[in-house]
């Protein structure tokens, strides 16, 4: 029986060599990734890529995903390779995602979570809206709430890697809220951030995770570049991504600009945080 997934990769691959000014095939795992790797990949190699949000299953079906895109390892190269979002994988220590397997991964948890990159959101928030910028700072938003996520993200990881229930991906994005009140963003948040820490209060105090030792999971984290000051980059970032679009909605309201698209996901992230940095030197050792 055919492999299907050959066939198509052979397809994919075969584009940039039979159509003029392609540099590569890419699959992604759905429309809405093609912006961020659309930057990255022209701000490391410009030029026109053939990306696909979507191919064939074996029952025929067209199918998005991660699980879509890894299913063509065997078959990626330089014409053709695919972009993931790391999800857990990082953390995990996931192994054969890398550039040389032709492989890009976001090192964040999504590409949602570049674009909630602190100081890059609060410089793009401050040009395009100044005065609503003088009342609210995501640099200080983002800092504080870090460090209230920081510890449930190591309880999340713990439980991930010893196969425990007691502490699910569904329970950590649960108090992670997507809304929130205008009156819980003064003093950067304070409220907000108070509620935060709240939910994730019966979690952190049940039997079950004041019997674990989290020192392990610190120094585990370190040794990947996960700290206390970067833990937000490394929660789902799609939770994180609807919570900072309503802040700046909320913010913004009233105005003619659309925080999401005239500040969130305006402009390529900035280079100068170690994620990112990864990303670019994978997409520099494939294309």
């Not at 502490?167 to 997507?178: G, H, K, T, V």
Request: charged letters at 25%; aromatic letters at 12%; hydrophobic letters at 35%.
């Amino acid at each position: 029986m055919a492999d299907v997934y050959q066939e198509q990769a052979q397809f994919f691959a075969n584009v940039p060599l039979m159509q003029r000014g392609v540099v590569a095939s890419v699959h992604l795992e759905d429309v809405d990734d093609k912006t961020f790797w659309d930057e990255m990949l022209q701000n490391r190699h410009p030029g026109r890529y053939y990306y696909i949000t979507q191919s064939r299953s074996p029952k025929g079906f067209d199918t998005k995903g991660c699980e879509q895109c890894l299913k063509y390892r065997p078959y990626l190269s330089k014409h053709f390779f695919v972009c993931i979002d790391s999800d857990m994988r990082y953390l995990m220590k996931e192994p054969g995602l890398g550039a040389g397997d032709c492989i890009c991964q976001t090192y964040t948890y999504s590409w949602e979570n570049h674009y909630c990159e602190a100081s890059e959101l609060q410089h793009r928030f401050e040009k395009v809206c100044p005065d609503k910028a003088a009342t609210f700072d995501f640099q200080k938003f983002m800092a504080t709430l870090s460090k209230v996520l920081y510890k449930p993200l190591l309880l999340l990881l713990f439980c991930l890697k010893n196969d425990k229930p007691n502490f699910s991906m569904r329970m950590f994005s649960a108090c992670l809220p997507n809304q929130c009140k205008r009156a819980e963003l003064t003093g950067n948040g304070k409220l907000l951030i108070e509620r935060i820490a709240k939910n994730f209060e019966s979690h952190l105090n049940s039997p079950f995770a004041q019997s674990v030792d989290l020192e392990d999971e610190k120094v585990y984290c370190q040794a990947l570049g996960v700290n206390e000051q970067n833990a937000y980059l490394h929660v789902r970032g799609h939770n994180l991504f609807d919570l900072v679009s309503y802040i700046g909605d909320l913010l913004c309201r009233g105005t003619s600009i659309s925080f999401r698209n005239d500040v969130l996901v305006y402009d390529l992230p900035s280079q100068n945080y170690w994620e990112i940095k990864k990303v670019a030197c994978d997409i520099a050792g494939i294309v």
